[in-house]
DNA sequence: AAACGGATGGGCT
DNA sequence: GCCCATCCGTTTG
């Protein structure tokens, strides 16, 4: 039996993320993503299902949004199929559409590339609010679509900001891009 | 260029 | 009480 969590992290990298809002509609290249697995320490899923984690353990295909450091969200999809708790995050977006609706949420941001080059990031920039945790992603105004065919590598590493499993090759990123959070 | 610390609050041992 | 899948401004080398 494979993996299908890692190569959900791959497959995701050059799909588009939408995000319909009335304030206008939002979009971004997935350029960086980290896989999260069951039998994986860092994982929320790792100690069982518990409130806060429900989502990972429901169907794949919906959202997983939690709260992290008092003032952030991070925003997963939920890949394994459901009782098994893995996800995969994004970690940043190449700014596609909407890009005025993104500065406009993230005040701070100086270019256009600091815009979604993170988690906590992205998700301002999207308008993404914890109202869409465990909401489908093909039934809600938030959405993944497959992106155009352009060929590109895909770089493997440790995945940041994590204690336990450093190590672990499960951060996946497009060669070169620079809306990557981090070298 | 890298390192550091403050903001800020929910979740869980 | 301590830990966090973060971000940003400031300090340091």
Same mark, same amino acid.
């Given at each position: 039996?494979?993996?299908?969590?890692?190569?959900?992290?791959?497959?995701?990298?050059?799909?588009?993320?939408?995000?319909? *809002?009335?304030?206008?509609?939002?979009?971004?290249?997935? /350029?960086?993503?980290?896989?999260?697995? @069951?039998?994986?320490?860092? &994982?929320?899923?790792?100690?069982?299902? *518990? #409130?806060?984690?429900? #989502?990972?353990?429901?169907?794949?295909?919906?959202?997983?949004?939690?709260?992290?450091?008092?003032?952030?969200? &991070? @925003?997963?999809?939920? *890949?394994?199929?459901?009782?098994?708790?893995?996800?995969?995050?994004?970690?940043?977006?190449?700014?596609?559409?909407?890009?005025?609706?993104?500065?406009?949420?993230?005040?701070?941001?100086?270019?256009?590339?600091?815009? &979604?080059?993170?988690?906590?990031?992205? /998700?301002?920039? %999207?308008?993404? *609010?914890?109202?869409?945790?465990? %909401?489908?992603?093909?039934?809600?105004?938030?959405? !993944?679509?497959?992106?155009?065919?352009?060929? @590109?590598? !895909?770089?493997?590493?440790?995945?940041?900001?994590?204690?336990?499993?450093?190590?672990?090759?499960?951060?996946?990123?497009?060669?070169?891009?620079?809306?990557?959070?981090?070298?």
């Amino acid at each position: 039996m494979k993996k299908p969590t890692v190569e959900v992290a791959k497959s995701l990298l050059g799909s588009v993320l939408v995000h319909r *809002t009335p304030e206008g509609e939002t979009a971004g290249r997935i /350029v960086e993503t980290e896989a999260y697995l @069951f039998d994986d320490p860092a &994982c929320h899923g790792f100690r069982g299902k *518990t #409130p806060r984690n429900a #989502p990972m353990f429901g169907p794949p295909g919906h959202a997983y949004i939690y709260f992290i450091y008092g003032m952030y969200h &991070c @925003f997963n999809v939920v *890949t394994a199929p459901a009782g098994i708790g893995e996800a995969v995050l994004i970690r940043a977006l190449e700014p596609l559409r909407g890009i005025d609706l993104m500065q406009k949420r993230r005040p701070h941001a100086k270019a256009i590339h600091q815009l &979604c080059n993170g988690p906590g990031k992205l /998700v301002l920039a %999207m308008g993404i *609010t914890p109202h869409l945790n465990g %909401m489908s992603l093909t039934k809600s105004p938030l959405t !993944i679509q497959k992106g155009e065919n352009s060929r @590109f590598t !895909i770089v493997s590493c440790g995945r940041i900001g994590i204690k336990n499993g450093q190590e672990l090759p499960l951060r996946f990123y497009i060669e070169g891009n620079a809306f990557v959070s981090k070298k």
